[in-house]
């Protein structure tokens, strides 16, 4: 039985992470998207949120396990047995940081392998980065993310107010 990882923030998850993780789950006998707790970057969920809206994402996908872990992914995979890391490659620059990282997992847990999936065509653009940022500045974000994450991220928008920092300096304002 081959067991994959697919790591990530999840903050908050979108049709391109969607997109990888079902790919991912008809390669491997049971994929494991893992949601990591503490990255070092501002994040507008809690893990603990983060969680529970992958989980209602695939909650009819059977082959599919949501999880939460900490510390390095390669040690995760090797604590519960995966054999395997799965990330995605949305446009070339994600390439370079996806390639170090794989050497760097590599040297770490030898046994442990990575694979890069290209993102559908309609994805290429999505990050979280940019669904928080056209959110919080009242975008149409229906087509990026499921209804019920939609709908926790206006929430959550709304909760923090107008003073809110969940998007970097870089903007889609100009």
Same mark, same amino acid.
């Given at each position: 039985m081959v067991k994959?990882?697919?790591?990530? /923030? #999840?903050?908050?998850?979108?049709?391109?992470?969607?997109?990888?993780a079902r790919r991912a789950s008809r390669l491997f006998d049971?994929? %494991?998207?893992?949601?990591?707790?503490?990255?070092?970057?501002n994040l507008i969920f809690s893990p603990?949120?983060?969680?529970?809206?992958?989980?209602? /994402? #695939?909650e009819n996908e059977p082959k599919i396990r949501v999880v939460g872990y900490s510390g390095l992914t390669v040690s995760y995979c090797k604590q %519960?047995?995966?054999q395997v890391i799965v990330r995605g490659l949305r446009v070339f620059s994600d390439f370079e940081h996806e390639f170090r990282m794989a050497l760097a997992n590599h040297r770490l847990e030898p046994d442990v392998e990575i694979i890069a999936l290209i993102t559908s065509e309609e994805h290429t653009f999505l990050s979280s980065?940019?669904?928080?940022?056209?959110?919080s500045l009242n975008?149409?974000?229906e087509t990026m993310v499921p209804p019920?994450?939609?709908?926790a991220l206006r929430q959550r928008l709304n909760e923090l107010g107008e003073?809110?920092?969940?998007v970097p300096i870089t903007s889609l304002r100009d």
């Amino acid at each position: 039985m081959v067991k994959a990882v697919f790591p990530g /923030t #999840f903050d908050p998850i979108h049709y391109g992470h969607i997109d990888i993780a079902r790919r991912a789950s008809r390669l491997f006998d049971e994929l %494991i998207i893992a949601v990591y707790d503490k990255p070092l970057k501002n994040l507008i969920f809690s893990p603990e949120e983060r969680i529970s809206l992958v989980k209602k /994402t #695939f909650e009819n996908e059977p082959k599919i396990r949501v999880v939460g872990y900490s510390g390095l992914t390669v040690s995760y995979c090797k604590q %519960i047995g995966a054999q395997v890391i799965v990330r995605g490659l949305r446009v070339f620059s994600d390439f370079e940081h996806e390639f170090r990282m794989a050497l760097a997992n590599h040297r770490l847990e030898p046994d442990v392998e990575i694979i890069a999936l290209i993102t559908s065509e309609e994805h290429t653009f999505l990050s979280s980065t940019t669904v928080r940022e056209i959110a919080s500045l009242n975008g149409n974000i229906e087509t990026m993310v499921p209804p019920h994450v939609a709908k926790a991220l206006r929430q959550r928008l709304n909760e923090l107010g107008e003073g809110q920092t969940v998007v970097p300096i870089t903007s889609l304002r100009d």
